[in-house]
């Protein structure tokens, strides 16, 4: 697949290095290129991602263990379309606030930056359950955790992101041996058992997210607020415009783009952040790219 010109892999390959101990996902990068490899479940089947990031293009291929797939090319380049962000209209974005006194500058250093997306909006959604709330650190743990729990490896080695039958197999008592506290257990269980039975056809919903449907559906899940939702929006389906202002990180970052010495309200964050639609989940991405770029 070819890459547009001003592509930039740092924020993509940061999302899936996460995790250090690399055990289901692994980055190696080098000057000229970098290759993600990545385990997860494809029709039910162990597969093994490969993603070779050239100068101007992508080359990636999957392994899945077993009968393969012979029909799921399309939803494959799409899966890849999905990940690297390239539906994302961030030169709309771009040429419209460069100029802005604030943002204008993260725009000009950070320009081409993409939102990456998860392999899955399950993935994403189970991801935003078990961060919520907590630090980045302890939600890596505790991913790490679930995904030994669920214990799928493909053939290549690697572990594999767990799907949602998988994960609704487990119980309280595993995922409560896994670190998880009572209520995120039971919340993961719920949104695991509600997309496997089809009461949140997650999958179904890419080609067109409907939005206010799936805010509602999961806002009716008992431990899913509206930043988990909006979160799953932006890494499951690539959506651009949530008011990510419950963000700890994205109310940090404008706190220092700001230059202010007090924190910055989540009122205020969602006020700021209104003009920006339909790019206010972008200009997220924008500020915790800033924020990763000061970090000692």
Excluded at 5 to 24: K, S
Excluded at 83 to 88: F, I, N, P, V
Excluded at 260 to 286: Q, T, V, Y
């Amino acid at each position: 697949m070819s890459l547009p010109a001003a592509f930039r892999r740092r924020e993509i390959l940061a999302f899936h290095r996460r995790d250090a101990q690399e055990i289901a996902e692994a980055v190696a990068e080098s000057e000229t290129d970098a290759l993600l490899r990545k385990g997860l479940v494809w029709n039910g089947a162990p597969a093994h991602l490969q993603v070779r990031f050239r100068a101007d293009c992508v080359e990636a291929s999957m392994v899945i263990d077993g009968a393969g797939d012979a029909a799921g090319a399309e939803r494959f380049e799409a899966m890849l379309d999905r990940m690297l962000g390239l539906a994302q209209d961030v030169d709309a974005f771009e040429r419209q606030h460069r100029d802005h006194p604030q943002i204008g500058v993260l725009i000009v250093r950070q320009a081409g930056l993409r939102v990456p997306v998860a392999t899955t909006p399950f993935e994403a959604l189970t991801w935003a359950v078990t961060g919520q709330q907590i630090s980045l650190g302890a939600a890596v743990s505790l991913r790490r955790k679930l995904i030994l729990a669920a214990g799928v490896r493909n053939a290549g080695g690697l572990m594999c992101y767990p799907d949602a039958g998988r994960v609704a197999a487990l119980s309280v008592d595993v995922l409560r041996q896994a670190g998880f506290s009572n209520a995120k257990a039971n919340t993961l269980l719920t949104v695991a058992r509600l997309a496997a039975d089809g009461g949140l056809p997650l999958d179904a919903w890419l080609h067109a997210p409907p939005v206010d449907e799936i805010r509602r559906r999961l806002l009716e899940v008992r431990g899913v607020g509206p930043w988990t939702v909006d979160y799953t929006l932006l890494r499951g389906f690539g959506w651009m415009d949530g008011s990510l202002h419950g963000d700890a990180a994205v109310r940090r970052g404008l706190q220092a783009l700001l230059g202010r010495e007090d924190k910055i309200a989540e009122n205020e964050a969602r006020s700021w952040l209104a003009p920006f639609s339909p790019w206010r989940a972008l200009l997220a991405a924008h500020l915790w790219a800033a924020g990763a770029s000061a970090a000692p």
